[in-house]
């Protein structure tokens, strides 16, 4: 039998091993935010989810939070809280009541990270199927759920990544499909599930604006700032009943103040960090130690107390930058894929030219270019590409779980000299360049004024 997804046995057989891949990878103990996730998720279990960032106070206070040996406060946004939470009291539940932290515990929270991945391959199948075909759709399914960045970012480290990617793509998707109550209320939810997905609304609102009058096109925002209330007042009214708001409010402020150029993160931030850390180590260390040193995360403040500018706000300009030429290009192209190819390319420079962002913020680009790559085949080796760089950031400073086999599966740093992180920063950066002009390439092939096909499938 010729290996091809145009067999139907074939592509049963990749979903299987894709399955049973994540099902061997779910006891790995993951990365130590997987012992953050317990925390959250025995205290939605034993108490209402809706005060675990704490309740009133003056000053505000900002809950604490205790599981074992584990102690900490809540930095996620709501929906992630109660998702987390609904898993721990079906834990709860099959352990006559008791919390034991144990393998099956890690087990639990990774299959919430697996049932959004499943999510995501049904949505992905359903849409390209309906809008390239049978083929493209099976290549899309296969080369997200077989792909090793997504494997170990998920079932094996556990970010919990999929579960905003969800609601994230499904919006990107309902947008540029005509139902716009629908896109509000999805990206509302993939937004208070990871913050991140705030990044994606530039490829919404063209999506809601592409090829449209000023009155249709009010009118369909409107329909999905509807839709974004509607969800943010259901996540939200019951904290706010519990008088937790202020709480909340001050909980995800704090978001905006973590102290790092990068967090781990392979962008270039990292690379600033390395270059600031050799000019002002070389006194010390000899310019051969300080070029060949582990580079390590610098702090912000750091940075500043040595007379150089705020990062925050030069990787703001920058990303908000990318995201205008993004919008720019893309303002007559007329395409279904249009939005997803948008909200890859915002992602990739949120990840790539932000500061402060973690090793595994670039996972919202993946997926996207997943569902592009589909009908655009010219985008497959930019998947790649991109996979490659995100699957290596993580095993770098990872492995295939932090605490597990020590360090026995992950790529030596040191192997090319200078700190393999750094490279791998520079190929970023260069694959960053890469996708703009895959973008532009794509965006061009499409040209003209009149309106857009998108138009052609709403109401439906």
């Not at 130590?32 to 960032?53: C, E, F, I, S």
């Not at 295939?400 to 599966?409: F, I, L, P």
Request: aromatic residues 12%; charged residues 10%.
């Amino acid at each position: 039998m010729r290996f091809s997804l145009s067999s139907r046995s074939v592509f049963l057989a990749a979903l299987v091993a894709g399955g049973i891949i994540r099902l061997a990878a779910l006891a790995l103990p993951g990365t130590g935010d997987v012992d953050v996730w317990k925390n959250w998720t025995y205290n939605g279990a034993v108490h209402a989810p809706a005060r675990l960032y704490g309740v009133g106070g003056s000053p505000t206070e900002w809950r604490v939070l205790e599981f074992n040996r584990i102690a900490g406060t809540v930095v996620y946004p709501p929906l992630a809280l109660y998702e987390l939470a609904a898993v721990g009291r079906v834990y709860r539940m099959a352990n006559a009541q008791q919390f034991p932290d144990t393998v099956a515990l890690t087990m639990a929270i990774k299959a919430l990270v697996v049932v959004g991945e499943l999510g995501f391959v049904y949505l992905t199948f359903v849409v390209v199927r309906r809008n390239a075909g049978l083929g493209a759709a099976r290549w899309a399914t296969v080369a997200y759920w077989l792909n090793p960045a997504m494997i170990l970012a998920g079932s094996m480290l556990g970010y919990l990544d999929s579960l905003y990617m969800l609601p994230a793509a499904g919006g990107l998707i309902a947008a540029g499909t005509g139902w716009p109550l629908l896109s509000g209320a999805l990206i509302a939810a993939a937004t208070l599930t990871k913050p991140q997905a705030i990044v994606l609304v530039p490829g919404v609102m063209l999506a809601l604006w592409a090829g449209r009058g000023w009155r249709a096109s009010a009118e369909r925002c409107a329909w999905f700032g509807a839709g974004a209330a509607l969800v943010s007042a259901a996540v939200v009214v019951p904290i706010i009943v519990v008088g937790g708001f202020p709480n909340l409010v001050f909980a995800m402020s704090r978001l905006a103040h973590h102290d790092m150029l990068s967090g781990n993160a392979c962008n270039l931030w990292w690379i600033v960090g390395y270059v600031l850390r050799v000019v002002y180590a070389v006194h010390d260390m000899g310019a051969w130690g300080a070029i060949t040193m582990r580079t390590r995360i610098l702090g912000i403040g750091r940075v500043m107390e040595l007379g150089y500018p705020n990062p925050r706000l030069i990787g703001t300009a920058l990303t908000l930058a990318a995201v205008a030429w993004a919008l720019w290009t893309a303002r007559r192209a007329r395409d279904w894929c249009l939005v997803p190819a948008v909200g890859a390319f915002v992602m990739h420079a949120y990840a790539t030219l932000a500061a402060q962002v973690h090793e595994n913020h670039l996972y919202g680009a993946i997926p996207l270019l997943v569902i592009v790559a589909a009908e655009r085949p010219r985008y497959r080796p930019l998947l790649w590409a991109l996979s490659a760089i995100f699957a290596l950031n993580l095993n770098l400073f990872y492995g295939v779980s932090e605490y597990a086999y020590r360090g026995r599966y992950t790529i030596p740093r040191a192997m090319t000299i200078i700190d393999l992180s750094v490279w791998l920063a520079v190929a970023n950066c260069a694959a960053f360049v890469w996708h703009a002009a895959v973008l532009k390439r794509e965006c061009s092939t499409v040209p003209g004024p009149g309106p857009s096909p998108l138009a052609a499938f709403d109401g439906h």
